[in-house]
Nanobody, 128 residues
Framework: QVQLVESGGGSVQAGGSLRLSCIISGYIDSFRCMTWFRQDAGKEREGVASIYTGDGTPYYAHSVKGRFTIDVDNPSHTLYLQMDALKPEDSATYYC?????????????????????WGQGTQVSVSA
């Protein structure tokens, strides 16, 4: 059974940093696309950062590019999101998601409907 468990959320002031982790148990070898999404109250779930582990290519939403970094530790099946220079508009519940694929295009699209496996989310609050 596949399970994704996020951790690392919290409350910080604007300009601060957080590092989110997502441990994937029951890992499937074809989990080549792993993505961080976020959702704030009343808004649609949006893709933040994605990584295609087939070749290590990361993808970022325009709103976080240059501030967030996604990476993965393959031996431990752990996905990370380093968030720097946080802004109040980054406040949301952050979810990790994984999808078996052999195509990097699924990662670049970061469309929530394409992902079958999800974590429960971790809350991030950034105060001004």
């Amino acid at each position: 059974q596949v399970q994704l468990v996020e951790s690392g959320g919290g409350s910080v002031q604007a300009g601060g940093s957080l590092r989110l982790s997502c441990i994937i148990s029951g890992y499937i070898d074809s989990f080549r696309c792993m993505t961080w999404f976020r959702q704030d109250a009343g808004k649609e779930r949006e893709g933040v950062a994605s990584i295609y582990t087939g070749d290590g290519t990361p993808y970022y939403a325009h709103s976080v590019k240059g501030r967030f970094t996604i990476d993965v530790d393959n031996p431990s099946h752990t996905l990370y999101l380093q968030m720097d220079a946080l802004k109040p508009e980054d406040s949301a519940t952050y979810y990790c998601a994984a999808q078996p694929t052999y195509s990097g295009s699924l990662c670049s699209a970061m469309a929530a409907l394409d992902f079958r496996y999800w974590g429960q989310g971790t809350q991030v609050s950034v105060s001004a």
